[in-house]
């Protein structure tokens, strides 16, 4: 069955203090990865996507990476405003059924 | 402005009784869903579209229907709600056609059926 598992499931860090959040995956071919920030009360809104095996994006604070299993959103140096739950979400390969599956995300708050 | 927008944003509502959560994108996109998420189980996809006329279930598709007869409109029906469909709705748009995108969320519907 396809999994996503999102680790772990809250973190709590000092200001500056930089970190990783991991998404591990068993799926049978992978299409795409994607993370997302989400904000209480508010829908997901995008930050990376991965294609492949040994991708990286950056975006200011963040970094995503991507191996065969797994996925780590790296968080560098976070701010107070960087306080969201973070998903990771795959579409699977095996029927091209064009599902996502998402993972049940990590908390993240940033302490001032 | 490109967005995804949902009516209603609150809705309470007794079992038995017949809605529909409206969704629409500004930004002819062609993929949509619709995802559920609840306290534990994060994200779940009930129904997703990839075009119109063509709906595919996602994982969690029992008591809902969802019809797309317009590219911009993909609308959620519960016939006969159920207190265990008590949830934050969202829906979704993505320009690919396969989904493997950003999707571009709406602002979420809370629902309470009691």
């Known amino acids: 069955e396809d999994q996503v598992t999102q680790s772990p499931e809250a973190l709590r860090l000092q200001e500056g203090e930089s970190s990783s959040l991991n998404c591990s995956y068993t799926?049978?071919?992978?299409?795409?990865l994607f993370w997302y920030r989400q904000d209480p009360g508010k829908g997901p809104e995008f930050l990376f996507t991965l294609y492949s095996a040994g991708e990286e994006k950056e975006k200011e604070r963040l970094k995503a990476t991507l191996t065969k299993k797994e996925s780590f959103l790296h968080i560098t140096a976070p701010k107070p405003e960087d306080s969201a739950t973070y998903l990771c979400?795959?579409?699977?390969?095996?029927?091209?059924?064009?599902?996502?599956?998402f993972g049940k995300g990590t908390r993240l708050h940033i302490l001032p | 402005e490109a967005q995804v927008t949902q009516n209603p944003r609150y809705l309470i509502t007794v079992t038995g009784k017949k809605l529909t959560v409206t969704c629409s994108q500004n930004m002819n996109h062609e993929y949509m869903s619709w995802y559920r998420q609840d306290p534990g189980l994060g994200l779940r996809q009930i129904y997703y579209?990839?075009?119109?006329?063509?709906?595919d279930k996602g994982d969690v598709p029992e008591g809902y229907k969802v019809s797309r007869k317009e590219k911009r409109n993909f609308p959620l029906i519960l016939e006969s709600p159920s207190p265990n469909q008590t949830s934050l709705y969202f829906c979704?748009?993505?320009?690919?056609?396969?989904?493997?995108?950003?999707?571009?969320f709406g602002p979420g519907t809370r629902l309470t059926v009691l």
């Open positions: 979400a795959v579409v699977p390969d095996m029927n091209r059924d064009d599902k996502i599956i």
């Open positions: 579209s990839m075009n119109v006329e063509v709906t």
């Open positions: 979704a748009s993505s320009p690919r056609q396969d989904g493997v995108n950003e999707q571009f």
């Open positions: 799926v049978s071919g992978l299409r795409g």
